[in-house]
């Protein structure tokens, strides 16, 4: 879909939701509006903005109402921020029959357009990533670590000692969906170029047409989204890939039973262990390959410069703390879009916070996720890029644990995690770092993200010399209304290092 037509569409959408007869009852509500957004049309006026410019409106509702709960107007509908870091524990707390995690997601993403309604209502990929993927870390690590090496060498394609200019975000892309895909399903797929490009489209696909589906009222859905969304073709694609591999996978079930010798430890494995009824249709096990591919490519882009050298084992990352606080930076101030942990309120009387604020059944409730991260209170000069800021705080409280306690006690009950581990690690969450969430949905796959991308830029740091494209610029992010991601067109110079070291 060309730009032209993205236009068309988009424009298309405001304009029917300004005649759609929306209910405008709950601008009665006893929760504040955001200030100069009450009314019929300033409450339309504000939702437009909201198209250019969310993170501005986010952060004026911060200032406003610091300490509660306030209404930001959208095209459709009221939802309600809570500012408040004890309202934010609460909504992490909070159930999933009480407030909504996947239908949250389910709104922000357009989940029934551009994945399925069975992902919202199933979710179980969601317990393989939590359970055995984050369990066999470990052991699939060398696989990962060989994978960085032939990824990096293949995709940056460097000759000599030249620096070549590199796209960011389309390169790392690549990377990461290859070094992922080595963990999921192995060796030669994860290197296929096309299966890929498929997994990368299908990502951005879902993020962007689903943010402009969601501008459309519930009664065109039917008719729009079937156009814009790429799941069905996508899906056939997957299966020129995963469909042999998964046919094969489920013969060897039929025939041994669940545990066999040579029975893969991957991701077709750890679903499989989960999947019930029609679930265990080659199709279906495909899908959930691709939501998982979504799920962990979707975040992966980050600046590099050169920290330190030390070796990239896994357990010489687990005690490099630097890196680790160096990436936990880079995602506290580029990791959160304006608005994070969308929750849907299913409890039938609404939800009440301690504090006795009320938001309604059916609302849709979320934190200032980019706000919070970079609140005052919380950090020093908030708005500088300090790279090592965790890792002096680490060294100041000279605890030692590393992901691994973490990672083993969200894998499951351990008599043995220590719980005074630090608490500012790159997989830590609190109410005031919300780049993974918080509570009980926190990103259950931030453990491999987390050794993959520490792996990833220890190995940068080791084998290339890195620079701006323009010195000291980051090119601003790319928005649109609660959408953030790093700019597209940002480039990098990259070469090999002149004292290139054989890795570890
Ligand atoms: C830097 C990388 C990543 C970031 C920043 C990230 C961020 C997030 C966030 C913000 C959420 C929602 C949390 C909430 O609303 O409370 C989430 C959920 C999720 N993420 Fe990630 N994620 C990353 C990598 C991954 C990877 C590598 C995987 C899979 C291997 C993954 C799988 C998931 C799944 C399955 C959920 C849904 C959790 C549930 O159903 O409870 N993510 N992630």
């Known amino acids: 879909m060309d730009l032209d037509t993205t236009t068309l569409l988009t424009a298309l959408a405001a304009l029917l939701s300004l005649f759609w007869l929306r209910s405008w009852s709950s601008s009665k509500s006893t929760i504040p509006a955001l200030d100069g957004a009450d009314g019929l049309i300033a409450s339309y006026r504000s939702a437009l903005r909201v198209l250019g410019h969310g993170a501005e409106l986010v952060r004026r509702g911060y200032t406003q109402h610091r300490t509660g709960v306030y209404r930001m107007p959208m095209l459709l509908r009221w939802e309600y921020v809570a500012n408040a870091p004890a309202h934010i524990a609460e909504i992490a707390a909070a159930p999933e029959d009480v407030l909504s995690f996947h239908l949250g997601a389910a709104e922000t993403l357009q989940t029934e357009w551009t994945m399925g309604s069975e992902i919202a209502h199933n979710p179980y990929h969601a317990l393989a990533v939590r359970g055995s993927l984050t369990r066999n870390l470990a052991r699939c690590f060398p696989q990962v670590q060989d994978e960085i090496v032939h990824a990096f060498a293949d995709v940056l394609a460097l000759e000599d000692m030249e620096w070549k200019l590199i796209d960011v975000v389309p390169t790392l892309m690549q990377i990461v969906a290859r070094t992922s895909n080595r963990l999921f399903v192995g060796l030669p797929l994860c290197r296929d170029k096309e299966y890929l490009d498929l997994n990368i489209n299908y990502t951005v696909s879902v993020f962007t047409r689903g943010q402009i589906i969601r501008l459309f009222p519930e009664f065109l859905k039917p008719l729009v989204a079937p156009l814009l969304s790429s799941r069905k073709s996508s899906l056939r ?38 999947a019930t009824g029609e679930e265990r249709t080659t199709p279906a096990l495909a899908l959930r390959v691709l939501i998982t591919n979504m799920a ?209």
């Not at 046919?247 to 079930?253: C, G, K, V």
């Not at 609190?430 to 796959?445: E, K, Q, S, T």
């Not at 010195?471 to 609660?482: N, T, W």
């Open 237 to 274: 694609h997957a299966l020129k890939f995963l469909g042999p591999l998964i046919d094969a996978r489920l013969a060897d079930e039929r025939a041994h039973g669940p545990e066999w010798a040579e029975r893969p430890n991957d991701l077709i494995s750890w679903l499989l262990d989960l």
């Open 296 to 504: 962990a490519i979707h975040t992966s882009s980050m600046a590099a410069r050169v920290v330190e050298s030390e070796g990239w084992s896994k357990a010489a990352l687990g005690s490099m703390h630097r890196i680790d606080s160096f990436l936990r930076e880079s995602q506290r101030l580029g990791g959160s879009g304006p608005l994070a942990m969308t929750r849907k309120v299913v409890a039938r009387d609404g939800f009440t916070f301690a504090d006795g604020t009320h938001i309604p059944h059916g609302a849709f409730l979320n934190t200032p996720g980019h706000v919070v991260n970079t609140e005052p209170d919380s950090y020093a000069d908030p708005e500088t890029f300090d790279g090592f800021r965790f890792s002096r705080l680490r060294e100041a409280v000279n605890a030692d644990a590393d992901a691994d306690a973490d990672a083993a006690k969200e894998a499951g009950p351990n008599p043995n995690a220590n719980p005074t581990f630090f608490n500012r690690q790159m997989v830590s969450t609190a109410p005031d770092h919300l780049v993974f969430g918080h509570g009980r949905h926190a990103c259950p796959g931030r453990f491999f993200a987390a050794t993959e991308l520490k792996a990833m830029l220890a190995y940068l740091l080791l084998h290339y010399d890195v620079k701006a494209e323009t010195p000291g610029v980051r090119p601003p992010d790319d928005a649109f209304a609660m959408f953030r991601v790093p700019n597209a067109r940002g480039r990098i110079w990259v070469r090999k290092r002149a004292d290139l070291n054989s890795e570890a």
